[in-house]
């Protein structure tokens, strides 16, 4: 966390945003992300109290903060633990849950078939399960991918992939996205943004996919591409995994292809973090307009449930300033778009 520890251990709320941190990263390794949410946030208005919480009544008052997480608070103040993460310490079925969450691509169907099946540890799964592909790299690389990647390392990452491209295009460029853009001491995966100033996405395309991804792979340095949900892929992703040739711990590599008019868009988007991104959306959404990785777009219009009826029209892309300014936001610099 991008606050540090030393902020959290002078906080009269120390205890409290501790054990809440760690029901919040166990709701999050179980894919719950409405209560992974509501946990985030009330840490985070937790943070900024200099008055120790004691009761449900005080915590209740806080924003974001709603009655079942208000009682839990004052467990921990009295109790000094919390049940609900007890229970969740001594039940061997959710701990193989979480285990199984924990292989890349795998979700909540997923992880049930597997317990269903009767597989109870990774061993289990290589032997006896139907795996694809990628599924066994996530099982093969388990503990690779659930390590932390220093920003050090993201840096070398990001390094690799600009030397390569630039030796095969020197206009293009490349930029480090996501937690670490925002700062982050570590981060979970590598997200990298490649573009190149009037260039059409399908040059981008011919580049990376037929010039740059090979030879990353010819190297090295790229070890497998992953498969990703073809409803979301245009051509513009590549899912895969990195390894720097001073080491053996594979990483995650997200890249994405963006031509310079997308490129505010894309930066805003790709800079996170997700909640902010959110408020962002529900922001644009309350001025009739929509915001997405490609840009802000107005007159949108909607139905009786508010399903979107038509595209829109562009409103900014280009420049991520510009789009802050469209939506009334003031300009939050990156390691600012924490939530
Ligand atoms: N993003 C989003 N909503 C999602 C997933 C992603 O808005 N459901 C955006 C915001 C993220 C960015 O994409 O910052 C990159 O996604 P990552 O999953 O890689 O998240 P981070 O880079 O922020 O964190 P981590 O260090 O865990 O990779
Ligand atoms: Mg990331
Ligand atoms: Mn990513």
């Known amino acids: 966390n991008p606050m540090g520890a030393s902020s959290t251990a002078s906080n009269p709320n120390a205890r409290t945003i501790e054990i809440l941190e760690q029901m919040g990263k166990y709701y999050d390794q ?3 992300q409405w209560r992974t949410l509501a946990y985030r946030k009330a840490v985070t208005t937790l943070r900024k109290q200099n008055v120790k919480i004691s009761t449900a009544k005080e915590a209740a008052a806080l924003p974001f903060v709603g009655t079942r997480l208000a009682d839990k608070i004052e467990e921990i103040v009295l109790t000094d633990r919390l049940r609900r993460l007890d229970n969740t310490r001594d039940d061997p079925t959710d701990k193989v ?35 694809t592909d990628s599924q066994k790299i996530g099982i093969e690389h388990y503990d690779d991918f659930a390590t932390r990647i220093s920003r050090a390392e993201v840096k070398a990452h990001g390094d690799y992939v600009r030397d390569a491209l630039l030796k095969i295009d020197p206009d293009f460029q490349v930029t480090i996205m996501g937690s670490y853009r925002r700062g982050a001491k570590d981060s979970g995966d590598i997200d990298i943004i490649i573009t190149k100033p009037g260039a059409t996405v399908s040059t981008l395309r011919d580049v990376t996919f037929h010039a740059l ?19 979301h892929d245009d051509g ?11 080491s053996t711990i594979w990483r995650r590599l997200d890249l994405l292809l963006v031509p310079e008019e997308e490129m505010g868009a894309a930066l805003l988007y790709f800079t996170g973090n997700d909640i902010f ?7 644009a959404s309350k001025k009739g ?14 139905g009786r449930n508010r399903e979107k009826l038509n595209e829109g029209t562009l409103v900014e892309g280009r420049d991520e300033k510009k789009i802050f300014d469209i939506l009334g936001v003031p300009w939050r610099e990156p390691h600012e778009r924490i939530c």
């Open 30 to 32: 179980m894919q719950d």
């Open 236 to 246: 513009t992703k590549w899912h895969g995994v990195s390894c720097l040739p001073s």
């Open 97 to 131: 849950f979480r285990l199984f969450l924990g292989v890349f691509g795998a979700g909540l169907v997923q992880a049930n078939k597997w317990i269903q099946a009767g597989h109870r540890t990774l061993d289990d799964l290589i032997a006896n399960a139907k795996l």
């Open 213 to 231: 991804i090979p030879q990353l792979f010819k190297a090295g340095f790229l070890k497998v591409k992953l498969a990703t949900s073809s409803s």
């Open 277 to 283: 991104n959110r408020s962002m959306r529900l922001l």
């Open 289 to 302: 307009m929509r915001f997405n990785q490609r840009g802000l777009y107005k007159d949108i219009i909607r």
